[in-house]
């Protein structure tokens, strides 16, 4: 069953759009490091007044649970947590959820 993973950013007063869109394109291209890994990655900044502080987010789609582990310990993921996300932004906000089978478009 598909897996989806959801994280919501809370860039730091100091960071620009500018680094926080650099930083997303590092995320972007854990796609291209991992693609047996991740199928899809969608990204971009908040436009909601009900974001309770956070300003940029991603979703991830894996093909499985046991994908989304092998992502969470690769070498290439835990470099852009340490190296790009941690210094430019102050908070994370983690969900991931089983993608339901009446989900539309069905996905596999």
């Known amino acids: 069953m ?13 960071t620009t759009e500018e680094i926080a869109q650099e930083v997303l394109k590092d995320v972007a291209g854990l796609k291209d490091a991992l693609p047996d890994v991740i199928e899809s990655v969608h990204l971009g900044a908040n436009f909601s007044t009900r974001s309770r502080g956070y300003t940029h987010g991603f979703t991830m789609i894996f093909k499985d649970r046991a994908a989304l582990d092998q992502y969470a310990t690769a ?26 089978e009446y989900s539309n478009p069905r996905l596999h």
């Open 2 to 14: 598909a897996v989806a993973h959801i994280i919501l950013l809370k860039a730091k007063p100091e």
């Open 75 to 100: 070498p290439e993921h835990v470099k852009v947590i340490h190296e790009r996300i941690r210094p430019h932004f102050d908070d994370t906000l983690a969900f991931d959820y089983d993608v339901t």
